[in-house]
């Protein structure tokens, strides 16, 4: 039976499509633009906000590159430390989102943010997209026995299978979200045909659509026709604010239309009447990274880096390799060979510098 329950909300079958409102990284630093953000969420009529939580030296190595925002040419690695979510944030967060009756909850990205959450008794935990293929950190949550909302962009369908299996040899209680991970993303890579093909793969999952086109309706409406269960929307109070994440997320009318148009579906759908749909966000079936995906993919998916020198010779262990999103380096091992690195004692055949993805060829039994 496709159902899961955050706090006192059952998600899947026939009961309403949950929707989540993407706080993200949009509240620049600032608590109180973030209650705002709870403010906003709550009068569209949203089920849940959620934010990101990570450390930034967990995210990218030190040689990630850098990246233009606002005109301004910017350090990947040390601007995510600035844009983290304050641990001392989230107690006050979560009872300000309790007083507006609106379920609050996070993306976690590294395990010191699974632990901040689980230490605050989060309800739920969301696993980005980029986080498909870390299986070590599918595993530790999966252990925390929480529900568990995972996004599987730019995936390949191989990958979204061993992402599931890895969650549930410890926690069945999964929805997947499907997704593509352009921002904006075009009306035309939307593929929604998707969502049937992982309904059929997965019959007792539920599964939902995280939408990054900028058009509030054409997109989530269409996924409530195809099954949907659950509508994440990135959230903003004003786009011109400065920010990456600004620009294409909805504004607060813009998310009330949004709501608005999903429930109207909802009902039309209930009453066996027919919905009409732009067949542009349909298409294809197939679930793969679309070309339009395929550099944020290998920008933003994790390998197995250096986290300091390596010297020849030396074993590798838990204080000198770090999982990492890639950034401008060439990707290395995946992360699931992580584990198997330290247990089996494998040593460099050669120097290794810091911030460097590992390959095979670097590496050697003891």
């Given at each position: 039976m496709a159902l899961i329950k955050?706090?006192?909300?059952?998600?899947?079958?026939?009961?309403?499509c949950f929707i989540i409102a993407e706080a993200g990284i949009n509240h620049?630093?600032?608590?109180?633009?973030a209650k705002r953000m709870v403010d906003m969420a709550v009068r569209a009529g949203c089920d849940a906000i959620k934010f990101q939580t990570f450390?930034?030296?967990?995210?990218?190595?030190?040689?990630?590159?850098?990246?233009?925002?606002?005109g301004k040419i910017l350090d990947i690695y040390n601007e995510m430390k600035k844009i983290e979510l304050p641990e001392n944030w989230v107690k006050p967060l979560m009872k300000y989102c309790k007083n507006k009756k609106i379920i609050f909850f996070s993306s976690v990205s590294d395990i010191p943010s699974v632990d901040i959450m689980a230490k605050h008794k989060v309800s739920a935990y969301k696993l980005p997209s980029y986080d498909t293929t870390n299986l070590p950190l599918l595993e530790y949550t999966a252990k925390k026995n929480k529900p568990i909302i995972m996004s599987v962009g730019a995936a390949y369908m191989n990958e979204v299978d061993e992402a599931i299996r890895t969650v549930f040899?410890?926690?069945?209680?999964?929805?997947?979200?499907?997704?593509?991970?352009?921002?904006?993303?075009?009306?035309?890579t939307c593929n929604l045909n998707v969502i049937e093909t992982l309904r059929l793969a997965y019959p007792d999952l539920v599964v939902g659509y995280s939408d990054h086109t900028e058009n509030p309706i054409k997109a989530p409406v269409a996924a409530i026709v195809k099954g949907a269960k659950l509508i994440e929307k990135h959230i903003t109070l004003d786009k011109t604010?400065?920010?990456?994440d600004q620009r294409f997320a909805l504004n607060p009318e813009q998310l009330k239309l949004m709501v608005h148009a999903i429930r109207e579906t909802e009902e039309k759908l209930a009453k066996g009447e027919k919905v009409k749909v732009d067949k542009i966000v349909l298409g294809s079936s197939k679930k793969e990274p679309t070309k339009t995906e395929l550099y944020v993919r290998s920008f933003a998916y994790r390998s197995i880096?250096?986290?300091?020198?390596?010297?020849?010779?030396?074993?590798?262990?838990?204080?000198?390799?770090?999982?990492?999103?890639?950034?401008?380096?060439?990707?290395?091992?995946?992360?699931?060979?992580?584990?198997?690195?330290i247990q089996k004692g494998y040593k460099v055949t050669r120097d290794i510098k810091e911030g460097r993805a590992l390959t095979w060829d670097d590496l050697m039994q003891k």
């Open positions: 955050i706090e006192n909300r059952k998600i899947g079958n026939n009961y309403p620049n630093g600032s608590f109180e633009l450390k930034g030296e967990k995210m990218y190595p030190k040689t990630a590159g850098k990246y233009e925002t606002d040899r410890h926690n069945k209680n999964l929805a997947i979200i499907h997704c593509v991970t352009k921002y904006p993303a075009p009306l035309e604010m400065k920010g990456p880096f250096a986290s300091r020198d390596i010297k020849k010779d030396e074993r590798l262990n838990k204080e000198n390799i770090e999982i990492l999103r890639n950034g401008q380096n060439k990707p290395g091992l995946l992360p699931k060979y992580y584990k198997l690195l």
